[in-house]
């Protein structure tokens, strides 16, 4: 391309003779003066290979994840979210990344997004039995004598399992 031209050839014809526009030529006749060969040589197209976190920084961020919970870091919030890593990822290396790529980046450290079981862990049968038999009546007998009214933490729209959103964890 620039051999052409520097053989006298105007950069019409050389445009002609490759199938190219003359700014084409111009440009990369340019590029040749200010880097020689090394400056026309062919480069990767498309998106960059990598991520936005070098592999040490998704690294740190990562064992951050697993090592500590978000309260201990100063954060307003109890549990890992895309949006909560995001953060700490802006924090840390003042990187700010979308929700979206977040997620990717978690599960590529293989968390999974976390929704809590409608369920009491420590539900036990036998005490539950024992309450509704023998504790409850009693409460209910002296509701009774007293005239006062009993109240369900339920029949006031709260639960006390309830959460809102989900978090991360590992698989």
Same mark, same amino acid.
């Given at each position: 391309?620039?051999?052409?031209? +520097?053989?006298? *050839?105007?950069?019409?014809?050389? +445009?002609?003779?490759?199938? $190219?526009?003359?700014?084409?030529?111009?440009?990369?006749?340019?590029?040749?003066?200010?880097?020689?060969?090394? +400056?026309?040589? +062919?480069?990767?197209?498309?998106?960059? *290979?990598?991520?936005?976190?070098?592999?040490?920084?998704?690294?740190? $961020?990562?064992?951050?994840? $697993?090592?500590?919970?978000?309260?201990?870091? *100063? @954060?307003? @919030?109890?549990?890992?979210?895309?949006?909560?890593?995001?953060?700490? $990822?802006?924090?840390?290396?003042?990187?700010?990344?979308?929700?979206?790529?977040?997620?990717?980046?978690?599960?590529?450290?293989? @968390?999974?997004?976390?929704?809590?079981?409608?369920?009491? @862990?420590?539900?036990?049968?036998?005490?539950?039995?024992?309450?509704?038999?023998?504790?409850?009546?009693?409460?209910?007998?002296?509701?009774?004598?007293?005239?006062?009214?009993?109240?369900?933490?339920?029949?006031?729209?709260?639960?006390?399992?309830?959460?809102?959103?989900?978090?991360?964890?590992?698989?």
């Amino acid at each position: 391309m620039v051999r052409p031209q +520097a053989n006298g *050839k105007k950069q019409v014809e050389v +445009a002609e003779i490759f199938g $190219i526009t003359r700014q084409a030529v111009g440009k990369w006749v340019k590029k040749y003066r200010e880097g020689g060969d090394k +400056a026309l040589k +062919a480069k990767r197209r498309g998106r960059p *290979k990598g991520g936005a976190l070098l592999p040490w920084q998704a690294a740190q $961020i990562a064992k951050t994840v $697993i090592d500590r919970h978000p309260e201990q870091l *100063k @954060f307003p @919030f109890y549990l890992w979210t895309r949006e909560g890593v995001g953060q700490l $990822i802006e924090k840390r290396f003042g990187i700010r990344l979308s929700v979206w790529t977040v997620g990717r980046y978690l599960s590529r450290w293989g @968390f999974t997004p976390q929704k809590p079981l409608r369920r009491a @862990f420590e539900k036990n049968p036998e005490q539950v039995r024992h309450w509704l038999e023998e504790e409850y009546p009693r409460i209910h007998k002296q509701a009774k004598r007293e005239k006062a009214g009993i109240y369900w933490g339920d029949e006031m729209g709260m639960r006390s399992d309830h959460a809102v959103g989900r978090s991360y964890g590992r698989r």
